[in-house]
Nanobody
Framework: QVQLEESGGGMVQTGGSLRLSCVQSGRPFDTFTMGWFRQAPGKGREFVASVNWNGKSTSYGDFVKGRFTISRDNAKNTVSLQMTALEPADTAVYYC????????????WGQGTQVTVSS
């Protein structure tokens, strides 16, 4: 019933920027904490960022170090990830995820969008 669709991935050079977007459908958007995860080839899925239902609380993975910003627009059922100062180590498939505000785990996932950063 919950559907997530990512967009905005692509190929950029080191130091470049990308903005990823995710649109949710099927449930009221403000019932979810939204998050971004990534998975590089041969590695496990890694937490990138999350934002709570009203956009007032955010969290980031340790590797982000101020380079990424997560935001949401509840009127458009959309969460975004603005990425700057991209590095080859950021190359991965990036997944949008949703978690019920009363749940511990992210249980809904998009198909992912590829981000490739060339050296």
């Amino acid at each position: 019933q919950v559907q997530l669709e990512e967009s905005g991935g692509g190929m950029v050079q080191t130091g470049g920027s990308l903005r990823l977007s995710c649109v949710q459908s099927g449930r009221p958007f403000d019932t979810f904490t939204m998050g971004w995860f990534r998975q590089a080839p041969g590695k496990g899925r890694e937490f990138v960022a999350s934002v709570n239902w009203n956009g007032k609380s955010t969290s980031y993975g340790d590797f982000v170090k101020g380079r990424f910003t997560i935001s949401r627009d509840n009127a458009k059922n959309t969460v975004s990830l603005q990425m700057t100062a991209l590095e080859p180590a950021d190359t991965a498939v990036y997944y949008c995820a949703a978690k019920w505000e009363w749940s511990q785990d992210f249980g809904h996932w998009g198909q992912g969008t590829q981000v490739t950063v060339s050296s």
